[in-house]
């Protein structure tokens, strides 16, 4: 699905391509494709690039060509492998002709393009452009890293009243996210210091750049802080996880051996041998009463020494 923005003095919707637009291509289709190809003359494997879901963050020229490919976070769905990831977004750019491509419909390309509309002032050129998409996703990093720390406070929370395996599975998913996070920001922040150098940039670029840096440098910051917290978080829950395990373990222990002294009475005395006590009347209380006693002595042994 493809729809036209034209974002000079502000920015609106209109049907077709003209100078001072850009394009959104959104999860394209075989006659998107064709547009692209045939009529823009786009070069066929720079949809191919950005189709690949582990492409890194770069820029590519071919032909008077510019792409632009930015790692954007992206949320997929709260309960799978990894909720929140990264995908791929494509960018464009030759003479008048901007084009922006992603093959999955992301929340954060349609608050960016929301938001330039309540801005009301468009883009000044093909950088301006650039750098604003940067900024934005930047700013989603942030927001999408604070629902990450809500879920670990949550998770957290959820595991000092009583551990359970969900909720482990739930840090463990979130602990994929941030490295995908990571990853993608420092992939962003290589590619931002080589756009500086590649595309025109004026005096309103460079202080739309000093902001993404900012952006940037907090959602890295912040990614490596929850890690930390998250690889900690684990490995606490883990050693109490042992903790636990060996407690019970010494816990079946102690019983074991307190039943085995009565076991191994009745073992003795159930031979048939003879012992003595098997004609008077007091053999079999005595053994009762002697077994109840070692089991009593064996009990208490334990319980003095906090392994019960």
Known sequence: MRSFWNFKGGLNEIDEWRPGCFINVTCPVEDDVKYLQDELGMPDYFL??????????????????????????????????????????????????????????????????????????GFTDAADF??????????????????????????????????????????????????????????????LSKLKFRLPVDELDAEMIEDVNIEMNQAREMTAIYINILNSTMDTYANIINNNMNKVMRLLTSLNMIIMFPTLIASLFGMNLVNGMEHVWWGFPLVAIFSILI????????????WM
């Not at 060509?65 to 791929?88: A, E, Q």
């Not at 064996?298 to 906090?306: C, E, N």
Request: hydrophobic share 40%.
């Open 130 to 191: 650039v750098f604003r998409l940067f900024l934005s996703t930047s700013v989603w990093y942030l927001k999408y890293l604070k629902q990450v720390s809500a879920l670990i406070e949550k998770a957290k929370r959820n595991l000092d009243r009583q551990i359970d395996n969900q909720d482990l599975v739930g840090l463990s998913r979130l602990q994929d996210s941030l490295t995908y996070f990571a990853t993608s920001i420092r992939g962003n922040e290589t590619l």
């Open 295 to 306: 089991t009593i002595l064996g009990f208490a042994y334990f319980r003095y020494r906090k």
């Open 48 to 121: 191919t690039d950005v189709a690949d879901t582990d492409e890194r963050a770069r820029y590519d020229y071919d032909d008077g060509w510019l792409m632009i490919i930015v790692r954007i976070p992206h949320l997929k769905n709260i309960s799978s492998r990894s909720p929140y990831t990264t995908i791929p977004l494509g960018i464009v750019i030759k003479n008048d002709i901007i084009i922006t491509v992603c093959h999955q419909e992301t929340r954060m390309m349609l608050d960016f393009i929301s938001h330039q509309k309540r801005r009301g002032q």
